[in-house]
């Protein structure tokens, strides 16, 4: 892992860019005399790690007392995309405008991002743990497609948050059951873009025995700031 910048910021966080081979990534760390629980943070789809509600909630997240990082996984941010990946986003946006089915075009798309995304973030996962400073328990929040698929490989990951929010594929749907951490699920009732009874079909599959879902009224973007104050209390019950 090699660091490119680092600069404290006005609350006393640290925010520290990296880059780990190809993979790049923001770490924040607040100020502590003991090694910090890790949060791992993804945004949804594809979008990149510089997005401004991932840094607010990061930031909110480090300033509770956590080492948090995101990453730019393959496919995502400012990541080369292969022509197949831009061909799909291209027929998403043309069948959105058409008001066409989108299922099948999410399926091609989102699959295979999940596929090549996972083993950047255990990468990642590797570098930041030798890190001083950094002495786990690992936790996840955000993209809930990417967080089954790393909950259900990945035993250092000891409790998640997701945004259901995003497509989950079908291959993400049945490892759903394989989720056994603690979880906190947050639904956006009137989503405009995910059906509700999908959301809660796949709540209902998971195979965690403590599992809460938060729902509220609202769209897409519209999930409350104060579920990241929530967030940040799951996290406090099972990484601290």
Request: net charge negative; with cysteine.
């Amino acid at each position: 892992m090699h660091f490119t910048s680092e600069q404290r910021l006005d609350d006393g966080i640290l925010q520290r860019e990296f880059t780990l081979g190809e993979i790049p990534g923001t770490l924040w760390t607040p100020e502590s005399a003991a090694p910090l629980p890790l949060i791992l943070m993804a945004h949804n789809n594809g979008l990149p790690k510089g997005e401004s509600r991932l840094v607010a909630r990061a930031r909110h997240t480090a300033a509770s007392g956590y080492a948090v990082a995101t990453i730019d996984a393959a496919g995502c941010g400012d990541r080369p995309r292969s022509t197949a990946e831009e061909q799909a986003r291209a027929d998403l946006r043309r069948a959105f405008q058409a008001g066409e089915p989108v299922d099948e075009i999410f399926e091609s798309f989102i699959g295979p991002l999940v596929e090549k995304a996972v083993p950047d973030w255990q990468t990642a996962l590797d570098a930041l743990l030798a890190l001083p400073g950094i002495g786990g328990p690992v936790g996840y929040s955000g993209w809930t497609a990417v967080g089954i698929r790393l909950a259900a490989v990945e035993p250092r990951i000891a409790a998640a948050g997701f945004f259901a929010g995003g497509y989950v594929p079908h291959a993400q749907r049945a490892e759903a059951r394989q989720v056994t951490v603690p979880l906190l699920f947050l639904l956006q009732w009137d989503d405009e873009g995910n059906p509700r009874q999908a959301a809660l079909d796949l709540f209902d599959a998971f195979g965690s025995k403590e599992k809460t879902l938060h729902a509220n009224l609202g769209g897409h973007t519209g999930t409350p700031w104060f579920e990241v104050e929530d967030g940040d209390r799951f996290f406090g019950r099972h990484l601290k």
